[in-house]
């Protein structure tokens, strides 16, 4: 894939750069995203009604199993040449952070080290009155199950329309936003905040703005750069270009 040579300049030079990903980046390792027309998860699941405080409480076992088919998606996926590439790209570049609004744990499982997960992480557990860590539960018919500690029905660990951020991650991410030479925009849909006002963070602290994404979105004339293409394509051809001794079998 052809790189634009500014582009593999820049890249080169920055010391500190700031990735954001989306569901896109997980496209190819067979998790559907959450908006892509054909395969999109809501367009058969109508979000509003399982991803939010009022549908859990309204129909906790729906949701409990509608995220346990998620959550087996996830846990039987694998990471993709995207996910390496980044985890490549970290190693070279001197202040890395990648902010994820992805909950698949995917990233980590490459090898990603600076990561912050803004919408928490399908594979651990909290219950929902308390927000108790939980790991384990009785056996039971019942679904949800209850937390050990004080019974209240236990919920994933993700952030849910209508919830706030852990506010020391997205601080931490603006802040990284705020500093950077390089801003990526990676296989989102840039239209979930408050993930979305990241971008335009870095652009009005003066960074470059890169967008990784096979199709235009709200972003996208604001970019300095649009890599129109698969992110396990793109990434991959610009760590190799911008460092051509990377061992593509990594
Ligand atoms: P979306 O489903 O909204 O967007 C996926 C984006 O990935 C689209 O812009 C696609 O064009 C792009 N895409 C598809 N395949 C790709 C590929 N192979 N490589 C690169 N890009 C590709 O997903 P998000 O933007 O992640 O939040 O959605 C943001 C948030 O909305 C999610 O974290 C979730 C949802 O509500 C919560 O659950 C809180």
Request: hydrophobic share 40%; aromatic share 8%.
């Amino acid at each position: 894939m052809e790189m634009p040579s500014a582009l593999i300049e820049v890249v080169r030079n920055a010391r500190r750069v700031v990735v954001l990903t989306g569901a896109g980046v997980s496209a190819e390792s067979g998790i559907p995203t959450f908006r892509d027309a054909q395969t999109g998860l809501w367009a058969r699941y109508d979000p509003e009604e399982l991803a939010s405080p009022r549908a859990f409480k309204r129909n906790p076992k729906l949701v409990w199993q509608w995220y346990q088919w998620r959550r087996d998606l996830c846990a039987g996926s694998t990471p993709n040449p995207g996910h390496f590439a980044l985890v490549e790209m970290e190693r070279r570049i001197p202040e890395f952070t990648l902010v994820t609004q992805n909950v698949d744990g995917l990233h980590a499982l490459a090898g990603s080290r600076q990561l912050l997960e803004l919408h928490g992480n399908i594979g651990r557990y909290i219950c929902y009155d308390r927000r108790h860590p939980v790991t384990g539960w009785e056996p039971t018919d019942e679904l949800p199950p209850r937390c050990p500690i004080c019974h209240s029905l236990v919920r994933p660990d993700v952030v849910w329309f209508g919830e706030q951020l852990d506010a020391i991650v997205i601080n931490r991410a603006a802040v990284a936003a705020e500093r950077c030479d390089i801003f990526f925009s990676i296989g989102t849909s840039s239209i979930v905040y408050p993930a979305a006002l990241l971008p335009q963070l870095a652009l009005e602290h003066g960074a470059i703005f890169v967008e990784v994404n096979p199709n235009p979105t709200p972003l996208t004339r604001f970019a300095d750069f649009v890599l129109q293409a698969p992110s396990g394509v793109a990434l991959p051809a610009l760590v190799q270009t911008v460092w051509p001794e990377v061992d593509s079998g990594s």
